[in-house]
């Protein structure tokens, strides 16, 4: 089955700066890959997502990046802002399956 | 929380006690989760739902039934708790996209 890592479990970045978590799956027949962002005390935040048949999206301070040949995704924030802090999860599924992978998680602070 | 409720929001239980926890969606997709998340980790899927009347295992099932009562609610019943069922529960439902949102959570303490 699918199995999703996600680095770095903690990464602490000035205010301003940019913040990149990077994710690997195992299943190439995976299409769909999400990104959810924690706050505390909150359900998981469905923040920008990408199909397989683009390699990047953006959304204003917010991209994800796709490398289907090497099986890894990436969350790029730039300009980081202390709202930015939260826990970030990458996940990943087939189409039409019903469930999705999620990775362990990212704790996301920044510094003022 | 896109359409997705959760009742109740805190619970404390005491060991052997028993208790449902609700789930309802506004938005009439299939498919409905549970999945819980202890302190520091990640999400576990519980059950899930893929229709009306139909229910599957996910990857930490045990000590919990569900039931997909119609297409808008899908309840967790814990029919006799115990303290490694303490934590946050969510609920989530998946599009015709396959993208999942999540409900506010049930935090659960169990005594």
């Known amino acids: 089955g699918e199995n999703v890592e996600q680095h770095p479990s903690t990464l602490s970045v000035q205010e301003g700066d940019s913040a990149v978590i990077k994710c690997t799956y195992s299943d190439s027949a995976s299409n769909y890959f999400p990104w959810y962002k924690q706050e505390l005390g909150k359900g998981p935040q469905l923040i920008i997502d990408?199909?397989?048949?683009?390699g990047e999206k953006k959304d204003q301070r917010i991209a994800v990046t796709l490398n289907k040949t090497a099986k890894h995704f990436s969350l790029h924030i730039t300009e980081t802002q202390p709202e930015d802090s939260a826990v970030y999860f990458c996940a990943a599924s087939k189409r039409g399956a019903q469930k999705l992978v999620f990775g362990q998680g990212t704790r996301l602070t920044i510094n003022p | 929380n896109a359409g997705v409720t959760q009742t109740p929001k805190f619970q404390v239980l005491k060991t052997g006690q028993s208790m449902t926890l609700q789930c309802a969606q506004d938005?009439?997709?299939?498919?409905m989760y549970w999945y819980r998340q202890d302190p520091g980790m990640g999400l576990r899927l519980i059950y899930y739902s893929a229709s009306e009347g139909t229910t599957d295992k996910g990857e930490v099932p045990n000590g919990y039934n569900v039931s997909r009562l119609n297409k808008r609610e899908f309840s967790l019943r814990l029919e006799s708790a115990a303290p490694s069922q303490t934590s946050v529960y969510f609920c989530?439902?998946?599009?015709?996209?396959?993208?999942?949102?999540f409900g506010p959570g049930t935090r659960l303490t169990v005594l």
């Open positions: 989530a439902i998946r599009t015709d996209t396959d993208t999942q949102y």
């Open positions: 938005m009439n997709h299939n498919s």
């Open positions: 990408i199909r397989s048949n683009v």
